[in-house]
């Protein structure tokens, strides 16, 4: 089993560029989130979903939009990036009190 | 609100050194306590984690028990080793008002020297 998976580990975008981390999961787990890690604030929970068709916000939503078609797949959207969010990205599952991470992808916004 | 309030790093150590990294919270209802292990290039892992009040989680030699009364989660280990060098973050969940999420502290930094 893979586990959760993130693609790229490593992306440089410009301003106002837009585009999508994905995140796949291969233990059929109904829940999965996305995170920002930035030093000194630890993780924020940006969007979780808690099946298929079900998405909801976080504690940081803005700049962010999520969709949830399959168990498998939470693919996280930048619309138009910012500098701000410079970051790296963490997508996890969960199953009863213990969540799975991925192993992350750093987002450089210059 | 819901809040975890851990010791601020980097800490260093020598190997066979005693840890203690302190972990706070705020939460009303009866939250889990959670540590979540970080290591370099890699998403987080879990510890180890306590359900209720006075309960011990222990793994790989770390062990925190879960004190309501003081609200608190501390970490501890007696003899850290070289490969105990990571990012540690503590947190919790399911206290009232959590829903389905977790509130994580802001990490500590461990290095350990041979």
């Known amino acids: 089993n893979a586990g959760v998976t993130q693609t790229p580990k490593f992306q440089v975008l410009k301003t106002g560029q837009s585009m999508t981390l994905q995140c796949a999961q291969d233990m059929n787990h109904e829940y999965m989130s996305w995170y920002r890690q930035d030093p000194g604030m630890g993780l924020r929970l940006i969007h979780y979903?808690?099946?298929?068709?079900?998405?909801d916000q976080g504690e940081v939503p803005n700049g962010y939009n999520v969709s949830r078609s399959t168990t498998e797949d939470f693919p996280l959207r930048l619309l138009s990036a910012a500098p701000s969010q410079t970051s790296v990205y963490f997508c996890a599952t969960k199953r009863g009190e213990t969540q799975y991470f991925g192993p992350g992808t750093r987002l450089l916004v210059l | 609100g819901n809040s975890v309030t851990q010791m601020e790093g980097p800490v260093t150590l020598s190997e066979e050194a005693f840890l203690t990294i302190n972990c706070t919270y705020t939460?009303?209802?009866?939250?889990?306590l959670f540590w979540y292990v970080q290591y370099p290039g890699e998403g987080l892992q879990l510890l180890l984690k306590?359900?209720?009040?006075?309960d011990k989680g222990s793994n790989k030699g770390f062990e925190a028990t879960y004190r309501k009364e003081t609200t608190s989660f501390h970490l501890e280990k007696g003899s850290v080793q070289v490969s105990d060098s990571a990012v540690y973050f503590c947190a919790l969940s399911g206290g009232f008002g959590t829903g389905n999420q977790f509130y994580f502290g802001t990490g500590t930094s461990l290095t350990v020297i041979p």
């Open positions: 939460a009303t209802g009866y939250p889990s």
């Open positions: 979903s808690v099946g298929a068709g079900i998405t």
């Open positions: 306590a359900t209720k009040a006075d």
